[in-house]
């Protein structure tokens, strides 16, 4: 093949690589009961659909954002609705489990987490791969737990 032929095949590639954009709509259910339906995009964990449309859902870290293990287990949301969600793994079950049973995280010890129901997941964890799920969010992230004194 010439160079022109490799440039012209690159070209045809890149003029192929348009981004896929699929959207799923989610209902998220605020702690005060507030109902939101989002168009959010598909392969998103819940943490980051949220996110991105301005619901920051607690991680109970003080800076907010996510562990980065993907281990402390303060994500925890209820799954009203599992419709679109991905399965739950076996390393997000442990993490649940470690957080309840107060399991010490990134080398410190911590106190016991609230007890699992069924419908548990982690918002950093569970992704969106189609419509329909309704999630409740028990607690979003206080801005102002971080501001610093005068
Ligand atoms: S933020 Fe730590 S497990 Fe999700």
Redesign the pocket.
């Known amino acids: 093949m010439s160079r022109f032929g490799i440039r012209k095949r690159l070209r045809a590639m890149l003029d192929r690589a348009e981004p896929e954009y699929t959207a799923c709509n989610v209902t998220f259910v605020l702690p005060d009961g507030t109902k939101t339906v989002l168009d959010v995009e598909e392969h998103y964990s819940l ?1 980051m659909a949220a996110d991105a449309n301005g619901i920051t859902i607690s ?1 109970g ?1 003080r800076a907010g954002g ?2 980065p ?7 925890r949301v209820e799954v009203l609705d599992a419709s679109g969600l991905s399965a739950m793994k076996d390393f997000e079950s442990r ?1 649940i489990d470690d957080h309840v049973a107060g399991t010490p995280h990134e080398g410190r010890p911590r106190e016991a987490g609230p007890p699992r129901k069924d419908n548990h997941r ?4 569970a992704k969106i791969r189609g419509s329909g799920a309704v999630i409740k969010i028990p607690e979003l992230f206080d801005p102002d737990s971080i501001k610093g004194g005068d």
């Open positions: 943490l991680t870290r996510t562990c293990d993907g281990r402390c287990g303060l994500c993490s982690l918002g950093c964890h």
